[in-house]
C-alpha cells in the first residue's frame, strides 16, 4: 500500500534535527513541518522570514505573513524579517542544513528537474535552484510515477535541469532511496511503504539503483 502525502511528509521529518536550519519548498514539502514534533528547528523562507510558526487557524490568518509559496502563516516569539537579498545570502551561503523540495523528475545521478515544462507557463524558478547549490542536504519529496505512468525516478531528466548531482535521498509514495555521497555514490533502496515490495519498486523504477 502506497504511503499518502501525510505519510511521507512524515517520513521526510524523521531526516529533520535540533538545530537545523530548513528551507521547504512549496507543495507536498510544506506539511513536513506539521511532523516536526518537538524538535527545535528553524525554518527560513526566501521571501525573507526566519522562524515561520505554524499554518494560522482561521481567526488568526493575517495577510501580511505568508510563506514563498505564498501561504498564511504565523511568527514566533524569535522570528525576524529582512530583504530577499539577505534570503539568499543565506541560502547562498550555505547555511541552509536541509531543503525538501519537490520534483518532476530526479535522475539516477542525483539531477533534478522541478521548476517547468517546456511550452506551459511559468512564474519562475523561485528559489530551487539557489537551494540546490547551497543547501548542505537535499531531499526530495515527490509521486512515484507521473499520470501516465511513467517513473519519475529516471536514467536521465528530460526536462530543463534546476541541479546537476543534486540531490541526496528521495522519498515517494512507494519508497526511499538515499546515497551517502552527494558527488557521486548510487542510489540504494533503504525502505519500502508497508505492503510494497523491492520487486514492485523494481518494475515501477527506469533508474538504476542498488537494492
Known amino acids: 500500500m502506497a504511503w499518502t502525502r501525510e505519510e511521507m511528509a512524515a517520513r521526510a521529518a524523521k531526516e529533520l534535527q535540533d538545530g537545523f536550519y530548513v528551507n521547504l519548498g512549496i507543495g507536498m514539502p510544506t506539511l513536513v513541518a506539521n511532523y516536526a514534533g518537538d524538535l527545535d528547528i528553524t525554518l527560513q523562507s526566501e521571501n525573507g522570514m526566519l522562524g515561520m510558526g505554524p499554518f494560522p487557524f482561521a481567526d488568526e490568518i493575517d495577510a501580511d505573513l505568508i510563506n514563498a ?45 522541478n521548476w ?42 528530460t526536462l530543463p535541469l534546476t541541479g546537476k548531482n543534486a540531490v541526496d535521498m528521495i522519498i515517494t509514495d512507494l519508497a526511499v532511496f538515499a546515497r551517502p555521497d552527494r558527488k557521486g555514490s548510487p542510489f540504494k533502496l533503504i525502505e519500502t511503504a508497508p505492503g510494497v515490495t523491492a520487486a514492485e519498486v523494481r518494475t515501477k523504477t527506469t533508474a538504476h539503483y542498488i537494492d
Not at 80 to 85: G, I, Q, R
Not at 116 to 133: F, S
Open 116 to 157: 517547468m515544462v517546456p511550452g506551459k507557463m511559468v512564474k519562475g524558478m523561485g528559489g530551487a535552484m539557489d537551494l540546490v547549490a547551497g543547501a548542505r542536504r537535499i531531499i526530495v519529496l515527490m509521486e512515484h510515477n507521473d499520470k501516465a505512468g511513467g517513473s519519475k525516478f529516471c536514467p536521465a531528466c
Open 69 to 113: 509559496g505564498k501561504q498564511t502563516i504565523t511568527e514566533l516569539d524569535r522570528t525576524s524579517y529582512f530583504s530577499s537579498a539577505d534570503s539568499f545570502a543565506m541560502i547562498r551561503g550555505g547555511h541552509m542544513d536541509l531543503s525538501i523540495l519537490g520534483a518532476m523528475e530526479v535522475a539516477e545521478n542525483g539531477d533534478l528537474a
